[in-house]
């Protein structure tokens, strides 16, 4: 996280960063190892995806609302059953 005193309001950007260990040494990054220990959740992966789409469908459609989260819906039940059914890993 970086910072930034300007007057009287501390401004902060907050930004992503791998979760690991860092070694430092005086104040300069000497080396990095990346604690990623767990394989990617296809399920959930495709679900960010629905999620992604639903969004965007929502700002740029002029369908209804119905029909936008329908659409949503329908696609989620085909990625559990498609899951279920062992094709996706």
């Given at each position: 996280m970086t910072t930034k005193h300007t007057g009287?309001?501390?401004?902060?950007?907050?930004?992503?960063?791998?979760?690991?260990?860092?070694h430092v040494?005086?104040?300069k990054i000497t080396k990095f190892i990346e604690h990623n220990n767990h394989?990617?959740?296809?399920?959930k992966i495709e679900a960010k995806k629905v999620i992604s789409t639903l969004k965007k469908n929502a700002s740029q459609t002029t369908l209804s609302t119905h029909s936008?989260?329908?659409?949503?819906?329908?696609?989620?039940?085909h990625i559990l059953v498609t899951y279920r059914n062992g094709k996706i890993s």
């Open positions: 009287n309001v501390l401004n902060t950007k907050k930004f992503t960063v791998p979760k690991g260990r860092l040494v005086d104040d394989v990617p959740n296809a399920a936008v989260l329908g659409n949503a819906v329908m696609q989620l039940i």
